[in-house]
């Protein structure tokens, strides 16, 4: 019998849009699973990423920035991420070390102090982007907008203090049972991940009006054998105009997102891959409940 208890629990990230959840997920995961992109708003769903120790389980998970929603989906991402911020055992405040905390950052540190957890890390990210004056400064006006049982600094990209993260909070966790089986490293479906590394192609190549409108759900995906995969997924737009953005003229640019999406697919699944793409126009989309509930983005309870 072992003379340490067994920790178990969950930390929630939390922030303002583009602080680096998703790469700091990534990055203690040590695999791709959350989708990166410079555009606000990147996260839409919540997402769970396991990591084992050897007297732990630590689920690390990744929520949508908080931020001042425009319509329907935004109300709907910060139900996701202030609902995961009630009911983490560990909640992770996560400050941009190269943008000036303003009243964003004050918002969400409301929530955080007023979050049950019994565990408050204060983390100043993208340390690699900032000189040390500039890290220290961030760091003490982020100490003012409350209290917090700790802070770190980190850098996701470059794997700085990313195990001392884990550590850190891992030996905060309450005693508890495994909540995931060990082979279990996420707990979203394949569909969903397939429509999430589509989506991270369309963020990376289209202006930035567009991303915003753009929802995608996988229609099928079918194994047909060990080494091969057959997947259709349906791109979502708002407008005729944007429908003509996303293929592109003669079809380049839907090319160019199916050849990317198709190599990320390729290593998440260990097979060669058959990725057919489709461009639908449903006309402010992202104001109705039913379709951001199909598309997998509304806060579920």
């Keep these: 019998m072992s003379e340490h208890p067994f920790k178990s629990g969950f930390v929630a990230l939390v922030g303002r849009p583009s602080v680096g959840k998703s790469t700091l997920l990534n990055a203690c995961l040590k695999e791709k699973i959350a989708i990166t992109s ?173 991303p915003h409108s753009i929802g995608v759900v996988c229609d099928k995906l079918e194994f047909l054998s060990d080494t091969h995969a057959s997947i259709a997924a349906t791109i979502l737009v708002e407008r005729e105009s944007q429908k003509g953005i996303v293929v592109g003229q003669g079809g380049s640019m839907i090319k160019r997102i199916g050849i990317q999406a198709r190599k990320d697919l390729e290593k998440l699944f260990n097979c060669s891959v058959y990725l057919d793409l489709q461009v639908r126009v449903q006309p402010q989309w992202r104001k109705d409940a039913n379709e951001i509930r199909r598309l997998g983005y509304a806060f579920e309870d």
């Design 38 to 210: 410079p555009v606000a708003q990147t996260t839409r769903r919540r997402l769970r990423g396991v990591v084992n120790g050897p007297n732990f389980q630590l689920v690390i998970i990744d929520t949508p920035g908080l931020h001042k929603p425009k319509d329907a989906l935004g109300k709907e991402l910060n139900k996701t991420a202030l609902g995961e911020l009630n009911d983490a055992d560990c909640v992770a405040f996560l400050v941009d070390a190269t943008k000036p905390v303003g009243r964003g950052d004050e918002w969400v540190a409301k929530h955080v102090s007023a979050a049950r957890a019994s565990y408050k890390l204060l983390v100043i990210t993208k340390a690699d982007l900032a000189d040390q004056e500039k890290v220290s400064a961030q760091l003490e006006a982020a100490q003012k907008l409350g209290h917090f049982d700790d802070v770190l600094v980190l850098s996701a990209t470059e794997d700085f203090n990313v195990q001392a993260f884990v550590a850190r909070v891992a030996e905060h966790l309450p005693e508890g049972p495994k909540w995931f089986p060990d082979d279990m490293d996420v707990d979203a479906s394949d569909e969903d991940l397939v429509a999430e590394f589509i989506r991270e192609k369309l963020l990376h190549n289209l202006r930035q009006e567009v």
